[in-house]
């Protein structure tokens, strides 16, 4: 960890209420409903992979992901499960849970948007690709027990996510969640 950086000062969720505010697309949101509903009829994994493709599309994010909460080797983290965007080759990594972007939105309980995270989990740096802004949104099971985060990425100077963003993916979130405790996962 950075002697220089704290975790508040890579925190910037309070920022969305600042942020202008895209105006809804009902009719990609429709189309992105029935994709993801779609997949549901295809398993888990099927629906993890187009709820990172929708992010990506409807949020204008370079890379995306689903993190979900494993035990591997005795270690508690994250793995990266599904993945889309310049980050795709990533997938089945793992991060730890309690020095990452992830874990931090789990503790907290609520999604938060980070600027230049690899500032304070320095472990970020090896994808070796600036993130220039991260959302994450918690994901939850059974009893409101949280399972993972869904996680976008942008790696451009300007491009800043919005209260829109925020919206769209944690409705997604939730049917997500939901589709996956029918599968009986979580």
Not at 8 to 24: A, C, G, P
Not at 117 to 137: A, T, Y
Request: charged residues 20%.
């Amino acid at each position: 960890m950075s002697s220089n950086i704290q975790i508040h000062d890579i925190v910037i969720t309070e920022q969305l209420s600042d942020r202008s505010y895209r105006n809804r697309n009902a009719d990609l949101e429709k189309q992105a409903f029935q994709q993801l509903a779609k997949q549901s009829s295809y398993g888990a994994q099927a629906i993890l992979n187009a709820l990172c493709d929708l992010t990506l599309s409807l949020c204008d994010a370079d890379s995306s992901g689903v993190s979900l909460l494993q035990v591997v080797d005795g270690e508690d983290g994250f793995t990266w499960n599904a993945m889309a965007g310049s980050m795709a080759s990533y997938v089945g990594g793992r991060a730890p849970r309690h020095h990452s972007p992830c874990g931090y939105c789990l503790e907290r309980g609520a999604a938060q948007l980070y600027s230049y995270p690899e500032r304070f989990f320095e472990w970020m740096r090896l994808v070796g690709k600036p993130i220039v802004e991260g959302m994450v949104i918690p994901l939850y099971g059974k009893d409101k027990n949280a399972i993972g985060t869904i996680w976008m990425i942008s790696h451009r100077d300007g491009h800043q996510f919005d209260r829109y963003d925020l919206q769209i993916i944690s409705i997604f979130a939730n049917h997500a969640s939901a589709a996956l405790r029918m599968q009986e996962l979580y």
